[in-house]
DNA sequence: AAGCGTATAATACATGTGTTTGAATCTCTC
DNA sequence: GAGAGATTCAAACACATGTATTATACGCTT
């Protein structure tokens, strides 16, 4: 039962943390939703900030575990493989709405980032930013530098996290029924992988840029 | 004087709510920041809230003003108004540091909606979202469906921005040498404009895209 | 059944918050 | 220059928060 109301604890401070950041959460805001005491937070956890701070390591391992880098089948098109990735990641940011708390807490971490950001970008990010890179390897010129990869790797990643990041936004400039109509996981998912795969195709094709863009208008 | 101070702490709860979030920032800080007596944010706001959807008003005017939307001469191809509409939302989100606080206070805005979200949308974010729009119309195929351009819209967006919400990940997944190598705000300019250039070619020659890309994994 | 360690509960405390107050100071008109 | 209104200031208030303390209930070994 101890174990229990830790656990308890846990899952409210996620939801809570997720919503309205560390400072704006309240510990007894979240004993209330996890129907326990006021003091358990401190049995547990010693403070709010070493709550906070398990609270990050439990949406990380949630998360790995619940979408785990998916084990292609040795032949697999680099095409299918960015498809795949597409996919995870919208999912993992927009679907599954009991547990998506984990990528706003990420998200909030994004944006005001503290101690745990570091630990959680190199366990979590970058393996991720690595995959992605290795498909974009067997997809683009193989004498591409390195910093245009990843140029290409976070216009991908971009296009997805805008979703999730100005997903308010968004509801806000479409109509609802227009939202409804084009802008489902499938729909979003079908458009980025064809927008980037036909950037790539458009690049690997004419790696010159036929339309000979010059940064300073200079063209 | 009275203005004086007005301004000054206009000016200094803008950063402040920036970084900090609503509930985090303080009164306290902020008067002291803007070098103000406590009771002046009472007194020429009424309280905080006031202060801060003011401040977001302030946010509101200073971009409009600062980087109004550029008035092209009249045959200006629409890949350089889509080069100049990429340069300037880089510039604005990433570029004038003592005025980029506007820009992260309205990402606060996105992740966090609040009452001032709406309005804020409807006058600044709509306008220019439709010139995006209205530039993609010159360059796609007259009949793709408005909301393939709004996803095409929020593709070149969505890159632009994660590197304003994302910025701190970024600077950790990539060292600091070669961040100063390829990720000057001359060099993203160039690459997303490469890039969404290089999709909507792609996509403007192929409209059925060779590679066959379909949803579920079954191509 | 007694005793012990553990988990929960209620309460108390110190601190920091937004806000208010009333006096002091400044600015401008007459 | 005097007075009235506007503005600033230091201090204080009321309240909510994180944390610490104490007491009680439970499960387990002996």
Redesign the interface.
């Known amino acids: 039962m101890s174990d229990d109301t830790r656990s308890r604890i846990l899952a409210a401070a996620g939801a809570i943390f997720a ?6 959460a309240t510990v007894r805001e979240i004993c209330r939703a996890a129907k326990a005491n006021l003091a358990s937070v401190n049995y547990h956890f010693g403070d709010k900030e070493t709550l906070y701070l398990e609270t990050i390591k439990l949406a990380h391992t949630l998360k790995t575990q619940q979408t785990p880098l998916p084990p292609w089948p040795p032949n697999t098109a680099p ?2 493989k960015l ?2 990735f597409v996919r995870t990641m919208l999912q993992r940011m927009l679907g599954q709405h009991d547990l998506c708390w984990t990528s706003r807490l990420m ?2 971490e ?4 503290t101690l745990a ?2 630990p959680l ?2 366990e979590f ?2 393996p991720q ?1 690595d995959m992605l890179l290795s498909i974009l390897d067997e997809m683009l010129p193989p004498a591409t ?4 990869r ?3 790797a ?2 991908i ?7 999730r ?2 997903g ?3 509801a ?3 109509p609802e029924d ?1 939202r409804r ?3 489902s996981i ?18 690997a ?1 004419d790696p010159a ?3 000979k ?1 010059t ?3 200079k ?1």
Not at 19 to 24: H, V
């Open positions: 919503d309205c950041g560390f400072e704006a095409e299918e498809r795949v998200t909030r994004m944006l005001q980032p950001s570091k970008v190199e990010i970058r930013f530098a390195l910093h245009r990843q140029k290409i976070f216009s990643i971009g296009q997805c996290l805008h979703y990041i100005s308010e936004f968004v806000i400039l479409i227009e109509a084009g802008f499938d729909d979003l998912e079908e458009h980025i992988v064809n927008f980037s795969l036909a950037a790539l195709t458009e690049l094709r840029h036929s339309w863009y940064p300073h208008g063209a």
